[in-house]
């Protein structure tokens, strides 16, 4: 019972505006070029950065300020902005999801009457 309605909810949540809204806003910025060689280039610095720093060292200031250069290029990307505003919302609806989850676990636990269907 549980297995079902657990792919019920992940049904109607893959059919939610929320999640639609995301799939395409994910979609249209890996077709975005630009922005995804800027995204790789910000990874490839982070991870640079962050040997230095796990190596005891600090990230040296030219890098914390390519870092920066790349950081308000990829968010002046409108393709980015999309993703972005979709991303928050679908964390919202999944917020409230369990939520909900919660109350009628709370609800559940309450209950004399336990039912299997």
Do not use: C
């Amino acid at each position: 019972m549980l297995e079902d309605k657990g792919k019920e909810l992940g049904r109607l949540i893959g059919q939610s505006p929320e999640y639609q809204a995301l799939k395409r806003s994910s979609e249209a910025l890996n077709d975005d070029k630009e922005a995804v060689a800027l995204l790789q280039q910000m990874e490839k610095l982070r991870g640079e950065a962050q040997q230095l720093i796990q190596r005891g060292e600090n990230p040296t200031p030219e890098m914390e300020q390519q870092l920066d250069t790349m950081l308000e290029r990829i968010q002046s990307q409108p393709t980015y902005q999309r993703a972005v505003a979709a991303q928050e919302n679908f964390d919202k609806l999944m917020l409230h999801v369990n939520q909900w989850i919660m109350a009628g676990m709370k609800k559940g636990a309450a209950s004399p009457i336990i039912t299997l269907s």
